[in-house]
């Protein structure tokens, strides 16, 4: 993520919850319960976030992670693919054993 981005959402949440405290006062609620609704909404959604943010990283689904993963992969297979054959046999050989 760059850091426009994280500006960007922000600057988005900011104005989620003020349009949330808008709504809510031309429903007819006063300002100051407005203010504690549009709040509470605020901090519902923030720890929902942060509860998906836990459990992608406790389950390793996170970005970097897979990028890891995919890297791993990739280089053990190139180094796989640059063995002679009489290497890989050898190779084969001593796992076997």
Do not use: C
């Not at 280089?75 to 002679?84: A, H, I, P, S, V």
């Amino acid at each position: 993520m760059r850091r426009i981005d994280a500006i960007g959402i922000i600057l988005g949440v900011f104005v989620a919850g003020g349009l949330v405290y808008l709504g809510l006062q031309l429903v007819g609620l006063d300002g100051q319960n407005a203010g504690i609704w549009s709040q509470a909404l605020l901090v519902v959604g923030l720890m929902g976030w942060v509860a998906t943010y836990l459990f992608r990283a406790g389950s390793k689904n996170m970005t970097y992670h897979q990028q890891r993963e995919d890297y791993e992969k990739a280089f053990l297979q190139k180094r796989l693919d640059e063995l002679t054959p009489e290497e890989l046999a050898k190779l084969q050989a001593e796992i076997e054993q």
